[in-house]
């Protein structure tokens, strides 16, 4: 479901990559670097380019292996056309959201098995000192279908030291799979103005701010939701492998502010770049989340380019989040009621013939449950947590035209909140393998 893009050499290729891929890929800034240090070439390159990524959670967690071919074409000197198919296979198995049976560590897990197959073209049209590029992407996946259309303009002023950059984005999806009986709507829309400055010849400014409007099902099918009542004498009450989880269930709508900035400096005597970046996004179901982004790209003799990389990642946990709530997962009950127990033993429920009469209670004990809150989510990607990401970059020019990249990154997830079990927050290996082909 994540598409978030990265860039080969001139193509763009979009791989679905975990929530914490950088907002300024690797490879943008290893390929900065080289036009850096390169020799200008007149007019685009035309080029096929092809990505392998590989990411590898640890636990026979997810696991996902990514093929990605795109192209680039120049028509008319004014026209530049890139087209992307990317195909996924997604195996393993991810936290439903349920507490663990008492005694016991070992989370229930949703076990996944998938094919995503997308497809995305883009023309970007010239003139004068604008650029226009619309947009068209889809994507399919057994339990997700997306639609995209946007459209991008960028104005070059100050001598073409300053661009202005517009952009909106549109999104038509369905989700099913889960526990949904019949596919959901869910329709995303973003608006983005930003500002590329040249500040000098070897640094490059980038702000920009972004606002995303979701609405429709904005749930994930698979994340269940542990409704319990530590309290009760009856352990069928307070023992999640003995309840029923019900559904989570999230706003229908979502409303994000994103901003971000970023600085690329080129450090021509020792032939190397830093791009240094910073992201704040905040949305109106409780979240802040900070993003801090530090990439060194360092060019060794005339035909390598090395760029290691580290990345943190911070958010606090959404209003509707908690590994599990207080009450019972029966819907008709979800307002509210009271359980009787006599000795330790379950009686009934208030309204049931077996609940004792009003003047009988003080002989039994008596639980109060609490209605159910209007949302609800143990999803652990909604809870407080850090993440760290670091890895390195390697591009390899081959010959003249053809140049290999080859990549590592580890990124590690932990949980912030003392409540959310450990065990939730998963660790992975990411490889990449890269090239493109001129023609």
């Avoid at 998938?114 to 023309?123: F, H, P, T």
């Avoid at 502010?257 to 704040?280: D, I, N, P, T």
């Avoid at 109106?284 to 005339?302: F, P, R």
């Avoid at 008709?332 to 009621?337: H, K, R």
Wanted: charged letters at 20%; aromatic letters at 12%.
């Amino acid at each position: 479901m994540l598409s978030p893009q990265q860039q080969i050499g001139n193509a763009t290729l979009a791989l679905p990559r975990p929530p914490w891929a950088s907002r300024v890929p690797l490879p943008v800034v290893v390929v900065f670097a080289a036009r850096l240090f390169d020799s200008p070439k007149a007019g685009a390159e035309d080029r096929v380019e092809y990505r392998f990524e590989d990411y590898n959670e640890d636990n026979h967690r997810m696991h996902i292996q990514t093929h990605a071919a795109g192209f680039e074409a120049e028509f008319f000197s004014r026209i530049t056309a890139k087209g992307l198919f990317v195909y996924d296979s997604i195996s393993g198995a991810t936290p439903t959201g349920e507490q663990a049976p008492a005694g016991s560590q070992e989370l229930p897990l949703a076990q996944i098995e998938d094919v995503r197959r997308a497809v995305s073209l883009e023309a970007a049209i010239r003139y004068d000192r604008h650029t226009t590029t619309p947009q068209y992407s889809y994507s399919e996946e057994g339990d997700y279908l997306s639609h995209g259309v946007a459209l991008n303009h960028t104005l070059d002023f100050n001598q073409k030291n300053t661009t202005l950059v517009l952009g909106a984005s549109h999104n038509f999806d369905s989700v099913g799979g889960g526990a949904l009986a019949e596919w959901q709507r869910k329709d995303s829309t973003d608006v983005m103005v930003g500002v590329n400055q040249l500040l000098g010849p070897r640094t490059v400014l980038t702000v920009n701010l972004t606002l995303g409007y979701a609405d429709g099902y904005l749930a994930d099918p698979y994340r269940r939701v542990s409704f319990l009542l530590p309290e009760s004498p009856d352990p069928i009450f307070s023992d999640a492998g003995q309840v029923n989880p019900v559904g989570e269930k999230r706003p229908e709508h979502r409303f994000r502010q994103v901003g971000y900035a970023s600085v690329m400096q080129a450090f021509e005597s020792v032939g190397a770049s830093l791009e240094a970046g910073y992201r704040l996004h905040h949305d109106d179901w409780g979240t802040w989340s900070h993003t801090v982004s530090l990439t060194w790209a360092q060019k060794i003799g005339s035909r390598v380019i090395l760029a290691p990389t580290f990345r943190y990642y911070y958010q606090t946990a959404a209003d509707f989040y908690a590994p599990s709530f207080q009450g019972v997962s029966f819907s008709q009950y979800a307002g509210g009621t009271r359980l009787a127990f006599e000795q330790g033993t379950f009686v009934g429920f208030e309204g049931d013939p077996s609940f004792p009469v009003p003047a009988d209670e003080s002989k039994f004990q008596i639980l109060d449950v609490p209605g159910r809150p209007d949302y609800y989510s143990a999803d652990y990607r909604l809870s407080e947590f850090q993440a760290f990401t670091y890895g390195v970059n390697a591009r390899v020019k081959l010959c003249e035209r053809f140049s290999v990249e080859l990549a590592y990154k580890r990124y590690e997830m932990q949980g912030l909140d003392g409540i959310t079990p450990a065990e939730s927050y998963p660790s992975a290996n990411v490889f990449t393998l890269g090239f493109g082909i001129p023609f």
